[in-house]
């Protein structure tokens, strides 16, 4: 955790694993827009976790869930974006938050949630019950919905709009505060 005077640091998690996701691109916008005072480090290491096996979960746990425990820990809030697979979220989501179930670190975690686009209600409803399930401390008003229309952006064309600008803002004033 950040003590007084420090930077707030803010860990990003993309749901998606593709290279050029819009959720991947909402949250390097989110990493330009940050205030001073507040760091926004995307997690790449989604795709290295092994899938979840409480035989696994031993001391020392494997080292991509080192990492990820790692990251987690040392981060002040999680960033959340991922998109909406057969109304849910993303396997490789739900894994590396099976990871987290009895971690310590990841207990009242400050989280938002940004939605990329209308829609996906499923995936957003499903990843709150995870995350209050596991203890995290959703903080509602900082979590968002972007009005983009298609998967097309990149972070240039994400932050030439005015109304995504606004709303990335805001999530992290919430967080900022909170």
């Given at each position: ?49 092994p899938p979840f ?81 596991m203890n995290a ?13 298609s998967n097309g ?26």
């Open positions: 955790m950040s003590s007084p005077g420090s930077s707030l640091r803010i860990l990003a998690i993309s749901g998606s694993l593709r290279a050029r996701s819009v959720n991947r691109a909402v949250l390097q916008a989110a990493r330009a827009l940050a205030p001073a005072g507040m760091s926004v480090e995307l997690f790449p290491g989604l795709a290295a976790l096996n409480p035989d696994l979960d031993l001391d020392p746990a494997p080292a991509p869930v080192a990492a990820w425990r790692s990251a987690v820990a040392a981060a002040d809030a999680l960033l959340f974006c991922t998109p909406e697979y057969a109304h849910g979220v993303p396997g490789t989501l739900k894994n590396a938050l099976d990871w987290l179930v009895s971690y310590e670190g990841f207990i009242a975690k400050r989280v938002a949630i940004i939605n990329a686009r209308p829609g996906g209600e499923h995936a957003q409803a499903s990843l709150r019950e995870t995350l209050r399930v401390r959703v903080l509602e008003p900082a979590c968002v919905t972007l009005p983009l229309t952006h990149d972070v240039a064309s994400l932050l030439a709009q005015p109304a995504i600008r606004e709303r990335l803002e805001h999530c992290l004033a919430v967080l900022a505060k909170a």
